[in-house]
């Protein structure tokens, strides 16, 4: 047991709690944008996982995705959501779990006690929020009716396998250091024998953007109205203080591409 | 080598027992996509584990796992293109409130 | 080998928690503080189309990588295989380009 | 044993560079600076509501990732932190912690200007990633590999912006992407009143100061790693050259900043989805060609 192996035992407790606590906080947390960040510590103790692994490239593959992908995916939740900051929630009643991982949040109460126009000036300027209503019970909450046995469901699948795994472990394990060099050797395989899933991967990607352009369908659904105009949206940033030469990319795209439509 | 094969497994088990309780027990749909990403990675933790400890020496469980993480990008990328549809036809991300085809 | 040089990079990100943990330690000023609304919702995400295919885009890169590792030692052949895989990509960036995704709405 | 000397070398080295760079910064910028380089309030500030997890955590992520992004440049033959085999994917990708820290710091602090500002990081992550990516690809594919210490040895006999200038070019406009400088600073510009640098006060103010010049710093290093050949050069010893050209790179992205227009995030996004994306997947096509005609990649 000499330094290399406790520290490697040590490493892998601090990847497994952070994985597992992250999945956890993103189920129970009441702010949206928090769970998409629990989220992302957990798929980044997964990525230590891997590399705990010696299969580095993966584990860097998956921080890259996964932090770009989460923070996009947050983006969607609070366009969707009308309270992604979990205020409304955090001051109803909550079991242990929620009220740990949901703890940093103020409830709204406070902001009730602490200036009562503001609270009112928030509420009328955003419709979808009125005709619910402030006061409404437990339909505005995050989880659907049959919560317990969701819990229920998902800790016997655990339970199952947890025992699975003890009970039988009989895998044959070999005692093998891999190649370090990951990313040659998986360079040369995605040439040689996988090539059919390298060409699938690119038209897979290629049907995700075709897919999602066509049902985003841009430019079909300008901006409802009743969203107020926010102050620091400008579309031409002032000018730099003192600009002595021409800058040489002065083209502007937005005439560039109107004038091409012109001509359609 | 020090840590046995099944350390990293329950690891996954417990992810993947977790993603199924998201799934069942979220109101938003976002939050089912995020259930959905936390199996598939439970998955792909599944697979590089028994690449390390099974088969070392021959890399094809990587690259199943690189083609996981990239049904999970694209899938990802097309549920949200049809949660915006839902949202601007139905001004809510309830998931349960979509009962149409119930008749 | 891969540990030694992750556990480097370990060290490091303890190294720069335990620098800001001994800050925080050390820092008695008195608090003043700003008033806020969280005013959330004037958020317009008008750059949906180019999130959406970021998503796939960043797989592309994914596949990018172990093929420039290897391009030089393959070849020929590597080559007509990212033609084809950028053949594919650019057609997705041209279909969303004349579909008009790819403005500030 | 190794591993503790490596360790104190990089914090040593880059802690002195990341100095270097606040002072130079006032040096080069002619007009009051406007971006992340503008100073902090003075007073112990913290917003009303803030998410307290989120908004104490930005400052740390901001720190780690610098620090964790510093392990990978290399400054002499021998002295790199830890000469990791796939170096240059590890580096884009713990880049990527900046944007997670300013977007956390943003929203915690729930004040509507630094909100805003989340809102328009992540756009500007959106927008420089993939240019990046494919900028990073030509240097690859010559070297072979891509860790750091086999890209600068795969130069001497010739420098990759010689070779490859579309890449050099792209990797510069990213690279100001990547740090909020000068003609990308829409998240930190003064209609948001320098975003989350108006929420966080005192030390932590300086501790943001410090890791968005940090940032800077790196990106110019590993841009003098990729493209003029690191710690290669014929007298001076190895690091004097990668302090040369270190500078070089920081002085030439200081100086595109001064010459163009501010550009709002709409214009940067259409940029570099309509121009950048599209250059550098000819610049991959450009270097596989190259090679195969036998100029690199030897």
Not at chain 2, 21 to 42: F, H, K, S
């Amino acid at each position: 047991m000499n330094l290399g192996e406790a520290a490697q035992i040590f490493a892998f407790g601090v990847f497994a709690f952070i994985s597992i606590a992250g999945a956890l906080g993103m189920t129970t947390t009441m702010s949206m944008f928090r769970s998409g960040i629990f989220l992302m510590a957990s798929f980044i103790g997964v990525a230590g996982l891997f590399i705990l692994l010696m299969a580095d490239l993966l584990g860097m593959l998956q921080i890259m995705m996964y932090i770009g992908g989460m923070l996009v995916m947050i983006l969607f939740m609070v366009l969707f959501s009308n309270d992604p900051g979990g205020d409304m929630m955090a001051s109803m009643k909550m079991p242990f779990l929620e009220r740990f991982f949901s703890s940093g949040l103020l409830p709204q109460k406070k902001i009730h006690r602490d200036s009562h126009s503001h609270h009112n000036s928030r509420n009328n300027n955003n419709q979808a929020d009125k005709d619910e209503g402030m006061n409404m019970g437990m339909d505005m909450s995050m989880f659907t009716s049959l919560k317990p046995y969701a819990a229920w469901i998902g800790l016997t699948v655990t339970i199952v396998f947890v025992l699975l795994f003890l009970l039988f472990p009989d895998w044959p394990v070999k005692n093998f250091i891999p190649d370090q060099d990951s990313s040659h050797r998986i360079g040369m395989l995605l040439m040689g024998k996988y090539m059919m899933a390298f060409e699938g991967a690119g038209l897979m990607i290629l049907l995700g953007i075709y897919g999602a352009i066509y049902l985003a369908r841009p430019g079909k659904h300008p901006d409802s109205k009743d969203r107020n105009d926010p102050s620091s949206i400008n579309e031409e940033p002032p000018q730099a203080a003192e600009d002595p030469i021409e800058p040489f990319y002065n083209i502007n795209l937005k005439e560039l591409y109107e004038k091409s439509e012109d001509e359609k | 080598m020090i840590l046995p094969i099944n350390a990293y497994l329950i690891v996954s088990a417990v992810l993947f027992g977790i993603g199924v309780y998201a799934i069942l027990a979220q109101r938003t749909a976002v939050m089912v996509l995020m259930g959905i990403e936390l199996i598939l990675n439970a998955v792909g933790l599944n697979i590089v584990v028994f690449w390390r400890y099974i088969q070392p020496e021959n890399y094809s469980g990587q690259i199943f796992t690189i083609i996981i993480i990239t049904i999970g990008a694209i899938e990802m990328s097309v549920g949200l293109a049809i949660m915006m549809l839902l949202y601007r036809n139905r001004k809510t991300v309830q998931v349960d409130k979509y009962q149409d085809l119930k008749g | 080998m891969i540990l030694t040089w992750y556990s480097v990079t370990g060290l490091i990100i303890l190294a720069a928690f335990g620098f800001i943990l001994l800050i925080y330690a050390f820092s008695r000023k008195q608090k003043e503080w700003i008033l806020n609304s969280s005013k959330w919702n004037n958020f317009r995400f008008s750059f949906i189309t180019f999130a959406l295919i970021f998503l796939s885009f960043d797989m592309e890169m994914i596949f990018m990588y172990p093929w420039a590792v290897v391009f030089a030692d393959i070849g020929m052949k590597a080559f007509l295989d990212m033609l084809v895989f950028i053949a594919i990509l650019s057609s997705g960036i041209a279909y969303s380009w004349g579909m008009g995704g790819l403005n500030w709405e | 044993m190794g591993i503790i000397l490596s360790l104190a070398a990089v914090i040593l080295l880059f802690s002195a560079g990341t100095l270097i760079t606040i002072l130079i910064e006032p040096m080069l910028s002619t007009t009051d600076e406007e971006g992340p380089a503008s100073n902090s309030p003075k007073n112990n500030i913290y917003p009303v509501h803030p998410d307290s997890w989120l908004y104490n955590a930005a400052p740390a992520v901001a720190l780690a990732s610098m620090a964790a992004a510093s392990v990978v440049i290399p400054i002499d033959k021998s002295l790199a932190g830890a000469d990791i085999g796939i170096g240059l994917f590890y580096f884009i990708v713990i880049i990527d912690y900046m944007v997670l820290a300013v977007a956390l710091g943003g929203w915690g602090s729930n004040v509507p200007e630094s909100i805003e500002s989340c809102y328009r990081i992540i756009a500007q992550l959106v927008a420089y990633v993939v240019p990046l990516g494919l900028a990073v690809i030509g240097p690859i594919m010559m070297a072979k590999s891509m860790s750091t210490q086999n890209i600068i040895s795969s130069q001497s006999s010739l420098w990759y912006i010689v070779s490859q200038p579309l890449g050099f070019a792209l990797y510069i406009i990213t690279g100001l992407m990547q740090v909020y400088r000068a003609p990308f600073l829409e998240p930190f510009s003064n209609i948001l009143n320098n975003g989350i640098i108006s929420t966080y006060g005192g030390w932590r103010g300086k501790l943001w100061r410090i890791s968005l010049s940090g940032i800077l710093f790196i990106v110019a290093a590993m841009g003098a790693v990729l493209f003029l050949g690191g710690w290669s050069g014929p007298l001076l010893p190895g690091f004097v050259w990668m302090a040369i050209k270190t500078f070089a790179v920081l002085i030439l992205m200081k100086w595109i900043g001064q010459r163009m227009k501010l550009l709002s995030t709409a214009r940067m996004l259409e940029l570099s989805w309509k121009i950048l994306i599209p250059a550098g997947l000819l610049n991959v096509l450009i270097v596989g060609g190259l090679i195969l005609m036998g100029v690199g990649g030897k």
